[in-house]
């Protein structure tokens, strides 16, 4: 997938003209891209869409005009778009219970260690999470309720992915949740390995 690039931004102003628009469009993309895994688990596939949305709100929001510093904003969210054969998702642990946070923080520590988390698409292929580092410190027992993750499909998973189905798969010590992959959300992500 093509990445974002600076001339790729508009101005604030310009973006206050297409904002309502564009929130609209990227509700109803993200809904499209979500897919639950169990009780806390939610994975937001991205793509440059996405990417480009976070970035327009993220310069709203701190008022970002200097041009070195929107360039520095693209290269990060750059990240979140995928690669050749790939997919990309966040992954949020959501946990609405104020009393809840921490306990189920601390009961998925290492959820971003070892293969935990996959996509299982038929019976062939098991796809392991790789996840970005630095959203966890098991040594101080730090979890991030945030974490990005990639899904790099080897030759056939692809093809495999259209016509099967395919299921997100946490297998953890402490939550184990399977969820299959809507045939909504797979049509969205088949753009990803082709854009």
């Known amino acids: 997938m093509k990445k974002l690039e600076l001339s ?20 109803d993309l993200k809904r499209r891209r979500r897919v639950q895994v169990g009780k806390y688990l939610c ?6 869409e996405t990417a480009l949305f976070q970035i ?10 200097d041009e070195a510093k929107i ?10 778009i995928p690669g050749e054969n790939e997919l990309s998702a966040t992954l949020l642990i959501e946990i609405e219970d104020r009393a809840e946070i921490q306990p189920v923080l601390d ?30 410190d098991a040594d101080r027992g730090k979890l991030s309720a945030v974490h990005f993750i990639r899904f790099a499909f080897p030759p056939g998973a692809i093809e495999a992915f259209k016509k099967q189905d395919a299921y997100l798969v946490v297998d953890h010590p402490r939550e184990k949740a399977r969820t299959r992959i809507p045939d909504e959300v797979k049509t969205s992500l088949f753009d990803d390995f082709t854009s």
């Open 56 to 65: 327009q709100e993220m310069c709203r929001v701190e008022r970002i005009v």
């Open 8 to 27: 790729d931004v508009k101005n604030i102003y310009e973006y206050e003209k297409v904002r309502e628009e564009m929130c609209r469009r990227i509700i």
């Open 71 to 80: 360039r520095e904003e693209v290269e990060v969210y750059n990240d979140l």
């Open 43 to 48: 994975f937001v596939f991205e793509n440059r």
């Open 107 to 136: 009961r998925l520590m290492g959820i971003d260690a070892g293969e935990h988390v996959w996509i299982q698409v038929g019976k062939d292929y098991a796809i392991p999470a790789k996840f970005e580092p630095g959203h966890s």
